[in-house]
């Protein structure tokens, strides 16, 4: 008998919206954790194919001093830059969605959380079998990343002004996960959550 694979559960929400914290909570719970800015940080480290296609395309001026990628001069290139972007998008995109299928068909489990930042951007919400969007209003956002990334409330509206919007997130989302409290609320939010995911998991035959 064909074993079918794991449910899988896209999770995003904007920046500093508390994505992090929702997929340790639910790797504590046992649930294999796929991140796919994890992956693609992994991708581009020397001695890798795609960091070798992205100085081919962007010169060896878009590495650091030690040969690792400078991340912060291709960043400022690329949101400069829409036709750089795309052609970055085209090395990586398919690095990262093969390296993603390689490790959910190696985790097994119920279901699987895949944690995907720019999912409304990237339009990949016909991958997961649910979507589920950690939300905060904006104010909690902007006063977060504020005070985690240490940077001033203007270059703070600046980040969130280019991200899709909330609204974005809202109409693709299967599951809500309403984090404008502290992390002490989040335990029991996400046990709620992941007894619903496996409630589907075994509906599906996927369990």
Known sequence: M???????????GGIASGKSAVAAEFARLGIPIIDLDVLARALVQPGQPALADIVTRFGRGILAPDGTLDRRRLRERIFNHPADKQALEA???????????????????????????????????????????????????????????????????Q?????????ERMKIADD????????????????????HYLQLANATGQA
């Not at 064909?2 to 995003?12: A, D, F, M, S, V």
């Not at 079998?129 to 990343?145: E, G, H, K, M, N």
């Not at 980040?159 to 609204?167: E, F, S």
């Open 2 to 12: 064909q074993t079918k694979r794991p449910l899988w559960i896209g999770l995003t």
């Open 91 to 157: 090395i990586l995109h398919p690095a990262i969605r093969a390296e993603q299928q390689k490790l959910a068909s190696q985790l097994g489990g119920p279901y699987l959380i895949h944690v995907v930042p720019l999912l409304v951007e990237n339009r990949s919400q016909g991958l997961y079998d649910r979507i589920l969007v950690v939300d905060c209003s904006r104010a909690t956002q902007l006063a977060r990343l504020v005070k985690r990334d240490g940077i001033t409330p203007e270059l703070a509206e």
């Open 159 to 167: 980040i969130l002004a280019a991200q899709a919007d909330r609204d």
């Open 176 to 195: 809500v996960l309403d984090n404008n409290g502290s992390v002490t609320e989040l335990p029991g939010k996400i046990a709620l959550l992941h007894h």
